[in-house]
């Protein structure tokens, strides 16, 4: 599996924060921004969430996942940027649970407005 590229600089974050398309599912939201460059991903992951320990446990979860799905041919991944944000719900999910979610809001995502 390749590299997760990650989204830098505050003005992509800001302009996947508003105007990207939106797809809720549970406790994450995903935007996506359409961009002709391979995927590239940022987290918003608040305190209110939790200390740190868990906020960075559910990103590096997060990021895990985007490794697979990203080598999943099933889960539709459109070239651009993308924001995952999470609510302190998502703390409470499994591995297999937050897997599902996710796909399911990439699935969303890829499937045309």
């Given at each position: 599996?390749?590299?997760?590229?990650?989204?830098?600089?505050?003005?992509?974050?800001?302009?996947?924060?508003?105007?990207?398309?939106?797809?809720?599912?549970?406790?994450?939201?995903v935007?996506?921004?359409?961009?002709?460059?391979?995927?590239?991903f940022?987290?918003?992951?608040?305190?209110?969430?939790?200390?740190?320990?868990?906020?960075?446990?559910?990103?590096?979860?997060?990021?895990?996942?985007?490794?697979?799905?990203?080598?999943?041919?099933?889960?539709?991944?459109?070239?651009?940027?993308?924001?995952?944000?999470?609510?302190?719900?998502?703390?409470?999910?499994?591995?297999?649970?937050?897997?599902?979610?996710l796909?399911?809001?990439?699935?969303?995502?890829?499937?045309?407005?």
């Amino acid at each position: 599996m390749g590299e997760l590229r990650v989204v830098r600089g505050r003005s992509a974050f800001v302009d996947l924060a508003r105007r990207g398309r939106r797809a809720r599912e549970g406790p994450l939201t995903v935007s996506h921004l359409p961009r002709a460059d391979a995927p590239r991903f940022t987290f918003a992951i608040s305190r209110k969430v939790g200390g740190s320990v868990t906020r960075n446990r559910l990103r590096r979860r997060l990021r895990a996942l985007l490794r697979e799905a990203l080598a999943d041919p099933a889960v539709p991944t459109p070239d651009g940027d993308y924001l995952v944000a999470a609510t302190p719900a998502a703390t409470s999910l499994s591995f297999e649970e937050l897997r599902g979610t996710l796909q399911r809001a990439l699935q969303r995502l890829g499937t045309p407005a």
